[in-house]
């Protein structure tokens, strides 16, 4: 595991300001927010920066992340890689969760971040004595097939997840869970699974994991919301007389389409309810694209070459006053 | 392990369920349905009696995080998730016209 620099991740001074920290924070989450940025690692980035804001914007993480840091600084890794610390290693610091600051800002942190700080969040300010707390919920995001959407599914999710041990220390360990993926699911839609999120304290349950949806790139569909987009090729002669064409459907059948006389390009066909599934269920709309045939034999280039004698006042630049 | 699963679609949020994903505290929850942030079925139903969908926690999950990367308050934050969701819906018709 490698040490992150939280600083050098905002571009800040060891000795930043709360107000620098902040300011840096918010001038590159503009910049790498995924619905502006045109960086290609935009997503990759903002994780980066979401994490060093973490650590750095709360005086107690900040404090001890340093303190670790000296350590690293010092020598603690002869190999140049970062092991985590030995349990308590972070006595007399306390970990505050601040306002706005929840198990589900974590979701998307790295391998090292959990090592250090992985569920502290939640342990600040505990009282000595008898401490009862429900676990917190968790957020992580599960990529399935548009098949899988369609149909149903089972899948595995490797997670990794904080267990606290007998000493009532956190740490973390692999966990493989069983997820029923129901038919007819869409992207941005959350799973949750009861008791799969954090432990909780003093014997009350643990809280629950949210997944939300995504759905893997398909090579036919495009999913929007509810509705499936495909393009549909057609030959110039299926457009300008109309046609029956046959089309597979994301269900795994096929179906007999007509094809409008005088279709154009891009015109936009729909099929009823032939979408992703659920009590309304989305459309799939298949998308006109005319294609030539090649003028590569001399049949062919006679057949353009009539076509253009029958259609003499054809003229597509019309509009372009030239 | 085999895990219970439900949709939400299917077992829509409480507010304290909803509250509690997003790790906040209920009244938090109140005053996003106050500036519209999320809707609810009934509003003039007592809190207790709402139910919340995927979209609602969607939107709840940013805006906490509006509110706390950018100290957006809340009608900035509900302008903002407009704005983004005009945004998609009109990238999704230029996907579905062939122009993007």
Partial sequence: ?322 | MRAVTTIIESTPLTLGELARAVGAEDQWVVRLVEVEILQVDAPDEPPERWHFRSDALQRALAARRLERDFGANLDTAALILDLQAELRRVRALMHAHGLA
């Fill in chain 1, 1 to 322: 595991m490698d040490f992150k620099d939280y600083y050098s991740a905002l571009g800040v001074a060891r000795d930043a300001s709360e107000d620098d920290i902040r300011k840096a924070y918010r001038k590159l989450a503009r910049k790498y927010h995924p619905d502006v940025s045109k960086e290609a690692d935009a997503d990759a980035k903002m994780r980066e920066i979401n994490e060093a804001r973490d650590v750095l914007s709360d005086k107690e993480k900040r404090a001890a992340y340093d303190q670790l840091a000296d350590h690293v600084a010092r020598g603690g890794s002869p190999d140049g890689h970062f092991r985590p610390p030995p349990p308590g290693w972070d006595e007399g610091f306390e970990f505050h969760r601040g306002p706005g600051q929840g198990p589900a800002d974590h979701a998307d942190f790295s391998e090292f971040f959990s090592s250090i700080f992985g569920g502290r969040g939640n342990m600040g300010g505990a009282p000595r004595g008898p401490y009862r707390e429900r676990g917190e919920d968790h957020h992580a995001a599960i990529e399935i097939s548009l098949e899988d959407a369609l149909h149903g599914a089972e899948r595995q999710l490797s997670l990794r997840a904080q267990e606290i041990d007998a000493q009532g220390r956190p740490h973390l360990v692999n966990r493989t869970l069983d997820v029923k993926i129901p038919a007819g699911v869409r992207p941005g839609q959350y799973i949750r699974l009861a008791g799969q999120g954090l432990p909780g304290h003093g014997g009350e349950p643990a809280g629950d994991l949210y997944l939300e949806v995504r759905i893997a790139p398909h090579r036919l569909y495009r999913v929007e919301g509810s509705d499936l987009y495909m393009t549909l090729p057609v030959t110039p002669t299926e457009a300008a007389l109309g046609a029956h064409v046959t089309v597979p459907t994301p269900s795994g059948g096929h179906v007999d389409v007509a094809i409008p006389k005088g279709a154009r390009n891009g015109m936009k066909l729909r099929l009823k309810e032939r979408g992703l599934g659920g009590k309304t269920p989305g459309h799939l709309y298949l998308l006109i694209e005319i294609a030539l045939p090649p003028a590569s034999n001399d049949a062919a280039r006679a057949a353009y070459e009539a076509l253009a004698k029958a259609t003499p006042s054809f003229d597509p630049r019309m509009n372009l006053g030239a």
